[in-house]
Nanobody, 126 residues
């Protein structure tokens, strides 16, 4: 099993980035998948989830309207389109199999996720 994130980088406030997560070893469509992030010096924060099957989507309030999660079943990839980025979006972003224990306002920990990637750094700065 591998989850490999890409697409991070340095962007100015108001800019955009598109993160991708290439999944191998299982079908991403068979699992609820999520993006989480870890800002510098802080804990893990849930960002967004896309459910298996019908693909219901959920967002943290602070990214709602700016971020869009999607899944490409043919390519077995997960994406996160991030627009109007803010300095507070600076973090390492991780692709994970979703956990019902990690949601807005909860304290997330690595042992909650069956599979996770190594992350990609997003830095929003002028």
């Amino acid at each position: 099993v591998q989850l490999i994130e890409s697409g991070g980088g340095l962007v100015q406030p108001g800019g955009s980035l598109r993160l991708s997560c290439s999944v191998s070893g299982f079908r991403a469509s068979s699992y609820d998948m999520a993006w989480i992030r870890q800002p510098p010096g802080k804990g893990l924060e849930w960002v967004s989830t896309i459910d298996s099957g019908r693909g219901s989507i959920y967002y943290h309030d602070v990214v709602k309207g700016r971020f869009t999660i999607s899944r490409d079943d043919a390519k077995n990839t997960l994406s996160l389109q991030m627009n109007n980025l803010k300095a507070e979006d600076t973090a390492v972003y991780y692709c994970v199999t979703d956990s019902s224990d990690c949601y807005q306002g909860s304290r997330c920990s690595w042992d909650m996720f069956m599979y996770r990637g190594k992350g990609t750094q997003v830095t929003v700065s002028s």
